[in-house]
């Protein structure tokens, strides 16, 4: 049971009308929903389900379900799962979602600030961090987040665009990183573009322009194995 996700064409929605399609142990799938499921490294959203009828169920997390294409949103322990058919308003936790859509994007600028594939990373809520493959190279914290708030602060646009598998294959060094690739089995691929900084590939939640991201700074440099260089980044305010 396919979910339309209307995060991919506007992150900045935060409510819609929506359909149950099934609810179990698994989760609730809903028809439509702006609700993005854990994947790429970012966090699932978490929210409300506002039942037509009365009443509401509190979802804790979202995941990715069994079938391609399909979001199951978690019920908070203890709520009563809808019957199919039912009529919903699904809204997420905004101020949540928007921390996770900043640092997202900050981590893109990360990207453009190190030379280096990497190799793993994680988006939570006020916090990120990226690994890289960064062999025997000296990594300083202060000009790292000297370079970071020079790209937040020049405010530059965000935008998304497709190309077609085909394409993708052709240009194999938009692929930055090296543990998650992009799928490639629905015929095209989203890319995400801060204009005059990062092209790369991602099905994540972003700000529209960098400025938006606010603030932020370095926290620890960490060495993870004899190749792994984590860099933890952290909002400033």
């Not at 049971?1 to 995060?7: K, R, V």
């Not at 037509?52 to 069994?66: L, W």
């Not at 600028?109 to 890289?132: A, M, P, Q, Y």
């Not at 994540?204 to 792994?228: A, C, F, L, W």
Request: with cysteine; aromatic share 4%.
């Amino acid at each position: 049971m396919t979910t339309e996700a209307l995060f991919r064409d506007d992150a900045y929605a935060k409510t819609c009308e929506a359909r149950v399609l099934s609810a179990d142990e698994a989760g609730i799938r809903l028809d439509r929903t702006v609700f993005y499921p854990m994947s790429g490294g970012q966090a699932g959203d978490t929210g409300t389900l506002r039942l037509n009828g009365g009443g509401e169920i509190a979802i804790a997390d979202t995941r990715k379900g069994q079938a391609p294409g399909e979001i199951s949103h978690i019920p908070a322990s203890g709520e009563a799962l809808p019957a199919p058919g039912t009529k919903v308003t699904a809204e997420i936790d905004w101020t949540r979602r928007h921390r996770l859509m900043r640092m997202h994007t900050c981590l893109h600028l990360l990207c453009s600030v190190i030379e280096g594939d990497v190799t793993g990373g994680s988006i939570s809520d006020g916090k990120g961090r990226l690994d890289f493959n960064l062999p025997d190279t000296a990594l300083d914290k202060e000009e790292i987040t000297a370079a970071l708030n020079r790209l937040i602060e020049a405010d530059h646009p965000i935008g998304t665009r497709w190309i077609t598998d085909e394409e993708m294959a052709a240009n194999p060094q938009l692929v930055r990183t090296m543990s998650v690739k992009p799928p490639m089995d629905s015929g095209r691929v989203r890319l995400l573009d801060i204009e005059g900084v990062d092209l790369q590939p991602c099905g994540g939640t972003h700000v529209r322009r960098t400025g938006e991201i606010g603030p932020v700074r370095v926290g620890k440099i960490e060495n993870k194995g004899r190749q792994n260089r984590r860099i933890n980044i952290l909002f400033a305010e």
